[in-house]
């Protein structure tokens, strides 16, 4: 293996870590459960991610099919889907657990606080009793 490409990839794991810690610095410092976020999603669009609840270090939340050119101001969840996996359009993702520092990296901004209802937290219970993974 040549020695550049050698150096290169053993610089990878330094850098998303590097990455993680300046994305933990990006989360909003309030950001609590029932807050409702836009987030980056690719390079053009936004989508909204609502969050379901927080442990240390992992931000649990939920991602709504629609996305937008610009983040919105202000939206209500109960006008979004979360649409199913057969949608050509996409579709969200009902329970995602997410390091802090990659929920940093989407670029948070909280524009709206919601009530979480039982169902929303099935997922996130599940999550718990199964000891289940985090996203980073």
């Known amino acids: 293996m040549p020695k550049r490409l050698f150096e290169w990839l053993f610089r990878i794991p330094f850098m998303r870590a590097y990455a993680q810690r300046q994305g ?14 836009s987030v980056r999603s690719g390079r053009e669009a936004y989508a909204i991610a609502k969050v379901l609840a927080r ?7 939920r991602i709504y099919k629609e996305k937008f050119q610009c983040p919105p101001e202000r939206i209500r ?34 524009i709206g606080r919601e009530e979480i209802s039982i169902e929303e937290l099935e997922g996130h219970q599940m999550w718990k009793e199964a000891g289940g993974g985090v996203w980073e």
């Open 24 to 37: 933990r610095k990006l989360v909003p410092p309030m950001l609590r459960a029932g807050d409702v976020c």
């Open 55 to 61: 442990d240390p270090g992992i931000v649990h939340v």
């Open 77 to 110: 969840t109960t006008q979004l889907s979360l649409g199913t996996i057969d949608d050509t359009d996409g579709f969200g993702v009902g329970h995602l657990p997410v390091s802090e520092g990659e929920f940093g990296l989407w670029g948070p901004v909280i």
